[in-house]
Structure formats: C-alpha cells, structure tokens
C-alpha cells in the first residue's frame, strides 16, 4: 500500500531557545538603563511642573490677572511659542528633528542635540500646548543609552540600546512594563526575530519593568480614574461599545487625514521663529475657545473630567473633544516638542461622556474607555498600546472583553490608513 506523503502534515520547525548564558549578560544593563530613563522622566516632568506652577499660579497671581483667563492663556502661549522657537533657532542641534516626524520609536541622535531637546519639552509642558512628553523623552533616552552603552559595552549589539530606551521609558511612563513588552512584542512581529520571542522580550522586558518600578517609587503615578467597575455586560453596553470605538476612530482619522495640511501651512512659513510663535498665538485662541481643560498634555484633565460626568452637557463635552483635537494638531504641526498620545487620551475620554451625556445609560466607564481605545487606535496605530491605555483608565475586568469586541470594526476603519506621523518628506506615513 502505497502511502500519500504529500498529504502528511510536516511539523514547524522549533525556534531554537537562547541559553541562560546569553541573557544573564543583558540584565545588568537593563536594569541600569530602566532606572536612567525612569529618572530623567523624572526630572523633566518635575522641572516642567515647577515652572508650570509659576507661570499659570506665581505669576499671574502677583500680577493680579485671573489664572487661566483668555488674556493670560493667549500670552502664556504665545511667549512659549517664542520661547520654544528661540531654543530651536539657536541652541544647537536645534531640539532635534521635526516632531512631526517622530513616532514611540526613535532612531539616536547626536548627545550634542538633547540640551536644546530638552529645553524645549519642558518649556512646552509647562506652557501649556496639548502634547505629551513621550516622544522627546524617548527620543533622549534612546541617544543617550545608545551612546554610553555602545561605548561602555562595545560587545553587545547596537540594536539593543535603542530597545532597552524605548522599552524602560515606555514603562516609565505608564507605570508598568506590561505597555512596554506590548509595545516591543508589537515592533518585533513585523521584523525578522533570532530565536524564540521571549528572548527577544527579556532584556527590554527587564528594562521596561526597571523604569516603571523606578517611576512607582518615586512618584506613585496612576492612570486609574476611579470610576464605578462595570457590571455584567448586556448587549446595549455592546452595541455602544462598538459604536464609540468607530466614531472615536473616524474623528482621529479625520485629524490624521488634516495633519499634512496643517503641517505644510506652517512649514510654509519658513522660520521658527515665525512658525512657533504663530502656533502659540493659535493655541491661546483656542484656549480662550474650550477653557483650560484643553491645555497641556491632558492626563489630569481626564481625571477632572472623570470625577463629574454629568456636570456638563454633550454639548461642552463634544466642544472639549473638538477644541482639543485642534489644539493637537496644531501643537503637533508648527515644532512643539512633544507626543500625541495623552492629549489623545483626553479627546476620546472627551467624545466617551459625550456619548455617556447623550444616553445616560452608557456608563460613563464604558463611554471613556471604548472613546480613548478608537482615538488612539486611529492616532497610533497600535492596537496594544491602545487596548492597554483604554482598560488601565478603569479597573473592570469586564470592560476588557468590551473593548476587545469594540477594538475590531475600528480596525478595519483604521488599518490601512495614514498615521498621524510624517515621513522627512511631509507626506504621512502608513
């Protein structure tokens, strides 16, 4: 009897896993780099809330004006456009690249350029336009891990240091190295891997867990918004799970879509000094428009939010998510150095209690978290990332599965699409 061989299942081959030998190696300079990156988060964030107090509390304060009036939000933003557009005019290095153009992964840069980097996030953060500060502190953490450990450690791969930045600086930041591990393992799926995934995940797993210790010591972050759990699930909490997620997503994509745009408008002007100042001029505006809950990077702000949904209407709350969204692109667009992510997070916890205002049957935890999940899906692009920053938000293990559903007709809105990221070229990346 002759047997049919092609029809016989043939095994994958195993990924070979790596001895303990080659890892013990990693997890001295993990550990090291998870704390450096954890602690010059650290200290920009605290330089930045020193000055932040002074500006919008010290100062006008001693000079008898309203904290956040129209007038003094149009000329603390501008001055701060000013400002910035004088560090990257003629610090050198010039703060780095366009910010437009960064992303959670950076490639190193001169150390030469991180004081002039530096410089400028803080005076953003303190100033008040709507960016976060993950992108320059990422980007500083990965040139300076990359410099002292290609020289300190000249046998290790050069690919590591970058790895073990943005993975300690992403736990830093959120205060767990579950994000981190999410984040890489997401990189890592779309480049070769040598060897079995854990591994690869070891060094910067060890990094990221590093820096959000780090971070948790230190400052005691937490994302959690103290809402009520959500009960058991029933199919209306389905159905507007769904329906928040893709809404949230098609207005991130409407931004993602004008960020071109809006970019070349001021790019067209041609100098930074011209570029920022306008931007910040612009940003005063809008904040004379939505009020200062759509200032700065925004976390704080969703907590404000969060502790009285039903003192606005759907009406203030839709005009805070809009406001903004604007104040993001335009902070994102004219060289403000910073990320997207938090003033995102705000926008879909925004457009989240519009909907909780609308139908006062969506629970306000369900609303926030499926909102957050379709902003950052369309904003970032990444679906880890996103899932983990909308459940974190709220402590419901029941939420998860919702968001998981609501995760998959904003996927198919999103994928495919442009990011709201730039290619060198001005043209959005995908």
């Known amino acids: 009897m002759v047997q049919d061989t092609e029809r016989q299942p ?7 896993s790596a001895p303990a030998r080659a890892l013990l190696p990693l997890i001295l300079p993990a550990l090291v780099a998870g704390i450096g990156c954890s ?31 129209a007038v003094w939000m149009l000329v603390v933003l501008t001055a701060t456009g000013v400002l910035v557009g004088l560090v990257v005019w003629k610090v ?11 992303g959670l992964s950076a490639a190193p840069v001169a150390p030469g350029v991180l004081p002039g980097l530096l410089l ?28 002292l450990g290609s020289r300190l450690l000249p046998r290790l791969p050069r690919a590591l240091w970058p790895a073990l930045a943005e993975a300690a600086t992403i736990g830093a930041l959120f205060g767990t190295a579950v994000a981190a591990a999410l984040v890489i393992s997401e990189a890592l799926a779309g480049r070769p891997m040598r060897g079995a995934l854990w591994d690869n995940l070891f060094a910067p797993l060890a990094a990221g867990a590093t820096g959000a210790m780090t971070t948790t010591l230190v400052a005691h972050p937490t994302f959690d918004l ?15 799970a769904l329906v928040i997620a893709s809404a949230a997503a098609l207005l991130g994509l409407a931004a993602v879509y004008a960020f071109p745009y809006v970019h070349r408008v001021f790019a067209r002007l041609g100098h930074p000094m011209i ?18 809950l759509t200032l700065f990077k925004g976390l704080s702000e969703v907590a404000e939010l969060a502790r009285a949904p039903g003192d606005r209407t759907a009406g203030q709350f839709a005009t805070l998510a809009v406001v903004k969204l604007a104040a993001l692109l335009v902070a994102a667009s004219c060289g403000f150095r ?3 992510i938090f003033p995102s997070v705000f926008i879909g916890a925004a457009l989240g209690l519009t909907a909780h205002a609308l139908v006062p049957s969506v629970p306000p935890a369900l609303g926030i978290a499926a909102g957050v999940l379709g902003m950052l899906l369309a904003v970032t692009r990444q679906g880890w990332v996103s899932l983990f920053t909308a459940a974190v938000l709220v402590s419901s293990p ?33």
């Not at 400028?120 to 410099?147: C, R």
């Open 10 to 16: 043939t095994a994958a081959p195993a990924v070979p």
């Open 39 to 69: 602690l010059l988060l650290l200290l920009v964030s605290g330089v930045a809330e020193r000055l932040q107090g002074a500006l919008w509390e010290d100062l006008p304060d001693a000079l008898g004006i309203g904290r956040y009036s």
């Open 92 to 102: 050198p290095g010039h703060a780095g690249p366009d910010p437009a153009t960064l």
């Open 120 to 147: 400028a996030t803080m005076l953003m953060l303190a100033g008040g336009p709507s960016l976060g500060p993950e992108n320059p502190i990422i980007a500083a953490n990965v040139a300076l891990v990359f410099w």
């Open 226 to 240: 103290g809402l009520p759990p959500l009960g058991r699930p029933h199919a209306g909490q389905v159905l507007a």
């Open 275 to 292: 570029a920022l100042p306008a931007g910040g001029l612009v940003l005063g505006l809008l904040g004379g428009l939505g009020g200062p």
């Open 338 to 340: 910073g990320g997207r």
């Open 398 to 430: 029941t939420l998860l599965s919702l968001l998981c559903l609501a995760s998959l007709p904003a996927w198919l809105l999103v994928t495919g699409r442009p990011q709201m990221q730039l290619r060198a070229d001005g043209t959005a990346a995908r």
